[in-house]
């Protein structure tokens, strides 16, 4: 009997043994995760079948972060395991000092999993006196170890450019499509948050077969705040799947909600990949109708924000990453995942 691996287009014999990946020229597969990839890290080490590495992450009065393995990794080909989330400045400390750890334990390759890549929105020089921090962040993972790095759904597609070592940059797309491909939607449209987004929103549409319907709206002073223009496209008496690559704050989303139900919408469902979900934005979403909130376990979700959102869908990225993982280790292709 064939499976389907969720996020991809890969179908697998059930009778077959497909995760017990031999030695490659790196030795054996380590994992290893960080404060901010505990529970995705143990999801990814079932789906494979290799245990997580043991490592002390100690965190001292003064703040500083001590971390230490149990185990050599010398020769070995290990991935870190760390999503960029809140509390983020000790995510990336921590992640640094990791990386430095199993570089100077001698470790054959290191490869760092960010499902959710931190500073996204610092991708360029958009006013005067301002950092460009993604490409400094970028830079401090390489320096601290990194030999390749993996991640999903990047705000920005030339965040790529800033890394000078390789890497496999992933979507959520056919786990978050799929999952509308399931509920069989018969009147409903795709609609994207902004014009920036829409090109990934047509791809949506297209792979569903329902029209695009775009959000036009103008941000105003603080970046928290939106003002929604106008949407371009009907939507009155339709279903609505809002889709976008992040909920930060949650304004953007429940401007968008309040847009279409204002055009005539029926039902609201939102869809994104990362679940930043900071401040009150798990507020703002449940005061809102929305049937569903379709997201990912790329960033772990506290339980009292998850709590107050009853219609979420947690889809996990555990299958696509350690798919992934095994074809970096035994050097495949990737893209057969997804028919490319």
Avoid: W
Wanted: hydrophobic fraction near 40%; charged fraction near 20%; glycine fraction near 8%.
């Amino acid at each position: 009997m064939a499976t389907k691996v969720p996020g991809t287009q890969l179908y697998y014999d059930e009778t077959i043994n497909h995760h017990n990946p031999a030695p490659g020229q790196y030795g054996q597969i380590k994992l290893y995760a960080g404060s901010g990839g505990v529970d995705l890290g143990k999801s990814i080490s079932e789906y494979l079948e290799i245990p997580l590495g043991e490592r002390d992450i100690i965190r001292f009065s003064n703040e500083n972060i001590f971390v230490k393995l149990q185990h050599s990794v010398r020769g070995q080909d290990v991935y870190l395991i760390q999503s960029l989330s809140s509390p983020l400045s000790d995510n990336i400390l921590e992640l640094l000092i990791t990386l430095n750890t199993l570089k100077l334990d001698s470790a054959g390759r290191v490869t760092v999993v960010m499902p959710y890549f931190a500073y996204g929105r610092s991708d360029k020089k958009d006013q005067p006196r301002v950092p460009i921090t993604a490409r400094m962040l970028a830079d401090m993972i390489q320096v601290a170890g990194a030999d390749r790095y993996m991640t999903i759904d990047l705000h920005a597609g030339q965040i790529q450019g800033f890394f000078s070592i390789p890497g496999d940059v992933l979507t959520a797309f056919h786990l978050i499509s799929d999952h509308f491909v399931e509920k069989q939607l018969t009147n409903a449209a795709v609609v994207s948050t902004d014009l920036g987004f829409a090109k990934k929103g047509r791809n949506y549409a297209a792979k569903l077969g329902m029209p695009l319907v775009v959000v036009e709206k103008r941000r105003t002073g603080n970046k928290d705040k939106t003002e929604v223009m106008s949407l371009l496209g009907d939507i009155k008496g339709m279903d609505a799947i809002i889709i976008d690559d992040e909920c930060d704050t949650g304004g953007t989303m429940v401007e968008a909600v309040n847009c279409v139900k204002a055009h005539g919408a029926r039902d609201v469902y939102v869809a994104f990949t990362h679940p930043i979900l900071s401040g009150n934005a798990a507020d703002r979403l449940a005061s809102v109708p929305i049937k569903e909130i379709i997201t990912t376990d790329s960033v772990p979700i506290p339980p009292e924000k998850r709590n107050k959102l009853p219609n979420m869908t947690v889809l996990s990225v555990a299958p696509l990453v350690a798919e992934v993982i095994i074809r970096a280790h035994e050097g495949r292709s990737v893209g057969e995942l997804f028919k490319e």
